[in-house]
Nanobody, 116 residues
Framework: QVQLVESGGGSVQPGGSLRLSCTAS????????MTWYRQVPGKERELVAG????????NYADSVKGRFTISRDNAKNTVYLEMNSLKAEDTAVYYC?????????WGQGTQVTVSS
């Protein structure tokens, strides 16, 4: 079955950096685009970044452009989110997602807390 496992979250001061990873299994990873979302309690889940199956096309939310970078390693079935110049408003649970055969699959999420 499809499984997505995020890791790399934690607590960091404003201006700091984190790299999130999402390792996939149960499907042919290199066939599918991947996306990162984030969610704050009481708010809807927000699209952060997406990457095409081969990694050639990427898109970002305006709020993270220039600070976050999405990448993938198809040999490792892993998608990454490099987050730099973190701000307090980046605090959220971060999820990766894949859509396959009309169904969306989510990981369990990883908490990112940006605070001084």
């Amino acid at each position: 079955q499809v499984q997505l496992v995020e890791s790399g979250g934690g607590s960091v001061q404003p201006g700091g950096s984190l790299r999130l990873s999402c390792t996939a299994s149960g499907f042919i990873f290199s066939w599918y685009g991947m996306t990162w979302y984030r969610q704050v309690p009481g708010k809807e889940r927000e699209l952060v970044a997406g990457i095409s199956s081969a990694g050639s096309n990427k898109n970002y939310a305006d709020s993270v452009k220039g600070r976050f970078t999405i990448s993938r390693d198809n040999a490792k079935n892993t998608v990454y989110l490099e987050m730099n110049s973190l701000k307090a408003e980046d605090t959220a649970v971060y999820y990766c997602k894949v859509s396959r055969a009309g169904t969306s699959y989510w990981g369990q999420g990883t908490q990112v807390t940006v605070s001084s």
